[in-house]
């Protein structure tokens, strides 16, 4: 990687206009606080499938996958689509740091076999999922 160059964070920052930094925060914390809602209403103890997680990531990936038809294909006239609804809105209800916490708390708890299978079905229902909000996306814009 020697000879590239990045500029500090704060410099790539201030070439962000403030509104749509504002429009991630705003999303962000709006996310966050329904995946927390959905981890208090369907929570998981070690070596056992974190239903909330799997639900987030999927669901997530569903409504990524429409989003990004919708933000770049339909409605790229939006600026702050993206990132309110997808940095932040998406990004802040997706959790996939927690779902690799997931995976080493079951291996912890010697559910080792779980801990594959969820790790496999996860990644596996996102991407589908993204894939399918994408084709209904494309599907329904062009039936108006």
């Known amino acids: 990687m020697s000879g590239t160059f990045r500029p500090p964070l704060r410099t790539a920052l201030r070439a962000v206009p403030a509104t749509a930094l504002a429009a991630v925060a705003a999303g962000g914390a709006i996310g966050s ?4 809602g959905l981890l208090v209403l369907l929570p998981a103890e070690p070596g056992e499938f974190d239903l909330a997680t799997f639900l987030a990531n999927t669901a997530g990936g569903l409504l990524i996958g429409a989003l990004m038809v919708l933000a770049t294909e339909i409605a ?3 600026r702050h689509v993206r990132p309110f609804l997808g940095v932040g809105v998406l990004g802040g209800f997706t959790t996939f740091s927690t779902y690799i916490v997931d995976i080493g708390r079951a291996v912890d ?3 080792q076999l779980l801990a594959v299978a969820y790790a496999f079905a996860t990644i596996a229902a996102a991407l589908t999922a993204a894939a399918a909000g994408m084709w209904a996306a494309r599907r329904i814009a062009r039936r108006r």
């Not at 606080?33 to 927390?36: D, E, G, N, P």
Request: charged content about 30%; cysteine-free; overall charge positive.
């Open 33 to 36: 606080l329904a995946r927390y």
């Open 76 to 78: 790229p006239d939006r």
């Open 109 to 111: 708890a010697g559910a």
